[in-house]
């Protein structure tokens, strides 16, 4: 078995400010790391900037460092527009992708650091994975979703309801379907099912 899947892949792993969810996701980039990747940490001005009470935004921009073992993180969209012309990324990844930057994607809006890495990677026809993490993918972003999904070059980290008793809109990606969803998006397939069960 390969111990290292992802050998010299250049992977763009795209933060935005679904905080509640970070404790989760930071770790999968170390993952990709110790996978063989190239990885290229990208956070929105929101993990950038806020301090929330899952952590201030200095912790967070050094576990992000540590995690990927870079000190380069791009966060202006300046530093994002490169990624396009000189085709710095074999994938990007935007997870977790907040209800915010969803929307902003579908809509074609291009005003953080994150959306501007998507559109400049897009233009080179390479694969971008959404993870979703929204209380509203089940009600306004819902439109979002169904157009994205139409899009070439997209795929979706397969999702689920996370507390549908409580928020029955919400979705959130399954971390662990993460990893799996890179590579299979590197042969140009969605992982499937994209719903998955709820966990207990």
């Known amino acids: 078995m390969n111990q ?12 935005t400010g679904s905080f509640c969810t970070l404790s989760k996701v ?12 190239i990885v290229t940490p990208i956070i929105s001005f929101a993990v950038r900037d806020y301090n929330t009470r899952f952590g201030e935004s200095r912790f967070w921009r050094e576990q ?3 995690a990927a073992a870079t000190i380069e993180i791009i966060d202006t969209i300046a530093a994002a527009e490169p990624i396009g012309p000189q085709a710095l990324l074999d994938i990007m990844v ?17 005003d953080t650091p994150v959306l501007m890495a998507a559109k400049a ?18 009600s ?3 439109s979002n979703i169904g157009t994205l999904l ?13 507390d549908a008793e409580t928020k029955p809109n919400s979705l959130i990606a399954d971390w662990q379907l993460l990893i799996p969803t890179i590579a299979a998006a590197l042969k140009g397939h969605q992982l499937q099912p994209i719903f998955c069960q709820q966990p207990d």
């Open 26 to 37: 930071v770790p999968q980039i170390a993952k990709l790391r110790e996978g063989g990747a």
């Open 140 to 142: 306004a972003n819902f």
């Open 64 to 66: 992000i460092s540590r």
């Open 150 to 162: 139409n899009r070439k070059q997209l795929y979706f980290v397969p999702f689920t309801q996370d």
């Open 94 to 110: 935007i997870a977790p992708c907040s209800g915010n930057s969803l929307a902003k994607l579908a809509a074609g809006i291009v």
């Open 4 to 15: 290292q899947p992802f050998l010299g892949i250049r992977i763009g792993f795209a933060i």
């Open 121 to 138: 990677h897009l233009r080179n026809n390479r694969p971008l994975i959404v993870a979703v993490s929204s209380n509203d993918a089940l």
